[in-house]
């Protein structure tokens, strides 16, 4: 976009299911905007979801990405391939400047830049990933997991209740402290009851093709796991939304009213980077919800009959 062009109705920022769907509900709304992605979506990391409305054989994180880029490119979305490195409001525009040098300006913004997972330090985190080892939603693939001897890797209290959840799947989940520290004596009695023993910190964790992910630990024991939950928190890619003064919690995750609009007026904000329950069916509800809410407050775009348009002189 340059100076010359007009503004922009809306303009996306992030590509993940959240900011397609977004792009896909504005542009068949017939609003004018831009796509600006870095390319980092969490929903990459999937191997295959079976949680995924609509895909009942299960799709693979990249597969649902390429299908929602397709269909928001079919009603005429840009999206451009840049890292939004400044957001800031100018009046009734907010103006947003790219790391390669792109430029827009916008009356609305729908922030879809999502949360990035803090994951154990380990060779082959991919591979392991890739192949079911290590696993970074419970929610999403508890089921995938039915049966299977795992770990939940975590500080200790967070672990325990993890496994608790995990425990609808397996008879055999185990907490694995990711830190040095006791369990609440809460904890502790919810582990005891629930049969889930809870192991020191690891000394290393391993991934072993075919075989799922092996830890060591500091006495000589080693355990080998199918899968292994790292529960370690993720950091919130919140920064444009906290230059502007928005209000988030206290993980830096945006705080949005019914709308999903931002304590900032004009900046909604969708999927993992709103604090709610990270699922790729939240992120697209939210963004039927904001698009829908960004088209009502525009001005209205009627569709012209051909007989009111002037003639040719």
Known sequence: M???DPILDA???GAGPAGLTAATYLSRFKRRIAVVDAGNSRARWIPTSHNCPGFPS???GDALLDKLREQARAYGTEIVGDRVSGLERDGDAFHAVGEQGGRWAARYVL???GIVDCVPKMARLEQAIENGAIRLCAVCDGYEACDERIAVYAPVDEAIRHALFLRTFSREVLAVRSEAGEPSAECARLA???RVAVLPVPESIDYLAGEGCRMRFADG???TFDTVYPVLGGNAQSGLAI???AEVDDNEELVVDEHLQTSVDGLYAIGDIVSALNQISVAVGHAAVAATAVHNRLPRNFRED???QPEDA
């Open 58 to 60: 299960g799709v693979t």
């Open 221 to 223: 024991d080693e355990r």
């Open 243 to 245: 230059g502007l003064g």
């Open 2 to 4: 340059t100076e010359e």
């Open 111 to 113: 922030l879809a830049t």
């Open 306 to 308: 051909k007989a009111s």
């Open 192 to 194: 005891h009851d629930a």
């Open 11 to 13: 303009l996306v920022i």
